[in-house]
């Protein structure tokens, strides 16, 4: 008995960090990232060590049982199909990789699925100039900079920067600069077709050494931007967060069958993690996410329905 619960509480300390408050301390957001992967491999373990040392049957199940629990987590199955919401919604994200992404190749995107709102993080003016020859007419775009110089951010004119394309078929929308506090350009978008729904364009900092603090101040910030907000509401950008961080669960809901993982984009598509979203919720639900391939950039492309 005590040596299943020794290999549980090991496998819970390194597969569980939430339970001891540490999942926003490094290295635990980068590793929580691959917690599946981390569960599968404890399982593996588990297995190879009963099978060479069979003393060490109970501590190997107790660990195997943690893993097992991981893997069964059901935050990452599609929830229950959701009512429909008060407007319908079509918005793509496409994190361009510091104005890298080929523009064409975005404006065929565009042109082919119709999105009402384009969310671009890491693209500024430079990049908006290129694009812009190459869109099809009739869309508005407003780029936000980043709102605090003096803070740690990239020396690129794409790269700390958000833009947001909007659509004719949303009319009359305002699209204003957000949540100042954030490192990035983050943008609000409310009014016109979207009615009493409000969406922000957010980019969070990755939680890489040095950044992990602000990286979690940076989701609280999205997380009371929602709060504030009352109603419905639609997060989207590159977040770098996935679903195993428990963080994202007060940003709204994403969870449809939604393809391969978004970064990076030249891994293979089964490999690597779902870090850019469009979520929803007070209201409004996102029914169908697709992944698209996006040439030039390190991220794919998401696109998402929403009502």
């Known amino acids: 008995m005590l040596g299943a619960a020794a290999g549980a509480g090991a496998a819970t300390a390194l597969l569980v960090p939430e339970t001891v408050g540490r999942e926003r301390s490094f290295p635990w957001p980068a590793l929580l990232a691959a917690r599946p992967a981390l569960a599968g491999g404890v399982g593996v373990a588990a297995g190879a060590l009963t099978a060479v040392h069979p003393r060490a049957r109970p501590a190997a199940l107790g660990a195997a049982a943690v893993a097992g629990a991981v893997l069964a987590d059901p935050r990452r199955r599609s929830g229950r199909r959701p009512a429909p919401g008060p407007v319908r919604l079509t918005v793509l994200v496409a994190n361009v990789w ?30 908006l100039a290129r694009l812009e020859a190459e869109l099809p007419a009739g869309h508005r775009a407003v780029t936000a900079p980043p709102p605090r110089p003096d803070r740690h951010v990239p020396d690129d004119p794409d790269g700390p920067w958000t833009t947001v394309l909007t659509a004719g078929s949303l009319g009359a929308v305002d699209v204003a600069p957000a949540v100042t506090e954030a ?10 077709a979207l009615g009493d729904v409000r969406v922000l364009a957010a980019h969070p900092v990755a939680p890489v050494p040095g950044l992990t603090g602000r990286w979690a101040a940076e989701l609280d910030l999205a997380a009371a931007w929602r709060a504030a907000a009352g109603g419905p509401t639609v997060i989207a950008g590159d977040l770098n967060t996935t679903v195993e961080h428990r963080a994202i669960a007060a940003l709204g809901d ?39 391939d996006l040439p030039g950039s390190d991220h794919r492309a998401v696109l998402a329905d929403l009502g």
């Open 254 to 292: 994403g969870r449809t069958p939604g393809g391969p993982p978004t970064w990076p984009a030249h891994w293979p598509r089964r490999l690597g993690f779902r870090i850019d979203h469009v979520l929803a919720g007070g209201g409004i639900a996102v029914h169908r996410t697709r992944v698209l």
């Open 183 to 192: 490192s990035y350009g983050w943008l609000e978008v409310r009014g016109g």
């Open 98 to 127: 510091q104005g890298r992404a080929d523009p064409a190749a975005l404006a065929a995107i565009v042109r082919t699925h119709r999105p009402d709102l384009v969310v671009l993080p890491e693209a500024g003016k430079p990049f």
